[in-house]
């Protein structure tokens, strides 16, 4: 066997198996590193000038779906107008042709043709005053989530009265399907219908792009000794409302109890 510098390759293998042996075990007995732990990024920061222009878009939104309602009601009270005039000219129509019919000129169908009349323009005259006391309903809900938005939270089971409206956070997850325990409820009290004015989602909220699909409205002012008594049961039912006075202070335009968690703002389709 041939030598390298006195030793022989024998010893050369010997020595260099031995370094790799004791570099695995120093390795080995290294203390392992601990990966760093990366939690979640800290929340963002809002400055004053953020919140003060959060404050001035959410004021624009409001003046803007404020001024959507002023114009669909004047639009409103426009058609109520003409309908009107359509049903004093209808019941007037029926007037003469009664005495017609008593003079034998005319036969009775045409009576009641002109009957007829009358009562279809009764209908729309009154559907038509139905979406005006809607609107004034949507404009006190506006003015009420303004007032809530400028409140501290309001905890869950308790009730917070202030000059406009009385507002309760119910532990019960309200759904459209409980309103016959409501509605049971008020004809026992009372023994006539609930006067509801806005059941889930109507045209009115689709227009002014308010979602409404999962609420109620109640045309009961607060302070009446029937809304007493609704707002006391659907307080002790864990039911969550907003029950609003009126749409400007000193009127009563736009009372009603509203049944389930406020109106959002959604996007109105053009």
Aim: hydrophobic fraction near 40%; charged fraction near 25%; proline fraction near 5%.
């Amino acid at each position: 066997m041939k030598e390298f510098k006195g030793k022989t390759w024998v010893q050369i293998l010997m020595a260099v198996v031995m370094i790799a042996v004791l570099g695995s075990v120093a390795v080995a007995q290294k203390p392992k590193r601990k990966k760093a732990v990366i939690g979640p990024p800290p929340p963002p920061t809002v400055t004053a000038e953020e919140m003060k222009e959060m404050n001035q878009a959410a004021s624009q939104s409001r003046e803007k779906l404020i001024a959507a309602s002023n114009t669909y009601r004047e639009s409103l009270e426009r058609l109520l107008e003409l309908q009107k005039q359509d049903e004093t000219r209808f019941a007037e129509l029926v007037e003469k042709r009664k005495q017609l019919l008593e003079l034998g000129i005319i036969a009775r169908k045409q009576v009641e043709e002109s009957e007829q009349q009358l009562t279809d323009a009764k209908a729309k005259t009154a559907e038509t005053e139905k979406q005006i006391d809607s609107v004034d309903v949507m404009v006190a809900e506006v003015n009420a989530a303004e007032e809530i938005a400028n409140e501290p939270p309001t905890p869950i089971g308790t009730i917070r009265s202030t000059g406009m409206l009385v507002r309760f956070v119910g532990a019960t997850r309200w759904n459209l399907s409980d309103f016959g325990k409501v509605e049971a409820f008020y004809r026992l009290k009372f023994s006539r219908p609930l006067p509801v004015s806005a059941f889930g989602q109507t045209e009115t909220h689709n227009r002014l792009g308010f979602d409404h699909s999962n609420a109620l409205d109640v045309a009961i002012h607060p302070d009446s000794a029937e809304g007493q008594a609704l707002i006391g049961f659907l307080q002790t039912q864990g039911i969550s409302f907003i029950a609003i006075r009126g749409a400007i202070p000193g009127s009563a335009t736009g009372a009603h109890i509203h049944i389930g968690a406020g109106s959002k703002r959604i996007l109105v389709k053009q």
